[in-house]
């Protein structure tokens, strides 16, 4: 229910968005972990990246104890302080990632010193401060959607409540 209504408080504008110059594509899951959201997104960058564009990543920065955010992440920054996935996305794909909790303050990062003309958020489906163009969700093909339940009786985020009350 919390999430339905914060979803609805944004998209009537009770609750500020901000839309950036550049498009964003949110590749997120509905399940909790091990779906391959992170792989996806290295493979749209790079792809994007072959197409012409110049893609910038976008993180949470999961594990991360940076005193300060954003952070800037580079294939040789500690993951300690970043998380894991945010070097692991900048080593493969060679593009120019921004981590922290506020999604769009990391992005106008990327903006600022990444010349990018997109942008890819890795996770944050239920982010909604950061307007999208695109929504990816990414479900596990194993287990799919578990029991059906959301946590903690299941393995589904709060994520897929909002699908079915935007359906309405």
């Known amino acids: 229910l919390a999430v339905g209504l914060r979803r609805s408080m944004s998209r009537t504008g009770l609750l500020k968005t901000h839309r950036l ?10 399940t909790v972990g091990g779906t391959g959201k992170t792989p996806l997104v290295a493979w749209l960058a790079e792809e994007l ?24 992440v580079r294939p040789d920054s500690d993951p300690a302080m970043v998380g894991d996935e945010a070097v692991l996305l900048a080593g493969k ?6 981590v922290g909790p506020d999604r769009v303050a990391a992005a106008r990062a990327l903006l600022e010193y990444g010349n990018c003309s997109m942008i890819l958020s890795d996770d944050g489906l ?12 990414v479900i596990d093909g194993v287990r799919r959607f578990g029991n ?8 589904l985020q709060g994520v897929v409540l909002q699908a079915v009350i935007a359906q309405d």
């Open 21 to 30: 110059p550049v498009p964003v594509v949110v590749v997120g899951n509905l």
């Open 148 to 155: 059906g339940f959301c946590l903690p009786a299941g393995p």
């Open 93 to 98: 794909t060679g593009c120019p990632v921004a």
């Open 49 to 72: 990246a072959r197409a012409g564009y110049r893609p910038g990543i976008v993180a949470r920065g999961y594990g991360g104890r940076a005193g300060h955010w954003p952070q800037q």
């Open 126 to 137: 239920q982010h909604y401060a950061l307007q999208r163009d695109v929504e990816i969700a």
